[in-house]
């Protein structure tokens, strides 16, 4: 099992619970699918290709975003520690992809 694939899982069962846990279900459900996106590109079920971007890139900018928009709108504890794993879930995906890029 690769840390890829564990830091995808990691924010797919942040996204659940904070599915569960948040008023809000467009936020929550928008880190779902994009982790659940990620979690099936890294088992090789899924393969997408964008033309002179790459997906890892859009789809760890959109995790960082709306973990870090949801970690402001949050109260409980276990909902700010969840929505922290989404953030440094997308944020080290993100950093990951730049370096690729450069």
Do not use: H, W
Request: glycine share 6%; with cysteine.
């Amino acid at each position: 099992m690769s840390l890829s694939l564990v830091l995808a899982v990691v924010a797919l069962a942040a996204s659940l619970l904070l599915l569960f846990q948040f008023n809000d279900r467009l936020l929550p459900g928008i880190a779902l699918v994009v982790s659940g996106v990620e979690v099936m590109m890294r088992l090789n079920v899924l393969r997408l290709d964008l033309r002179g971007l790459p997906l890892g890139l859009v789809l760890a900018a959109a995790l960082a975003v709306v973990g870090a928009v949801m970690y402001f709108r949050v109260n409980a504890k276990t909902s700010t520690a969840a929505a922290t794993c989404v953030v440094l879930v997308g944020a080290v995906q993100l950093l990951g992809a730049l370096r690729v890029l450069s």
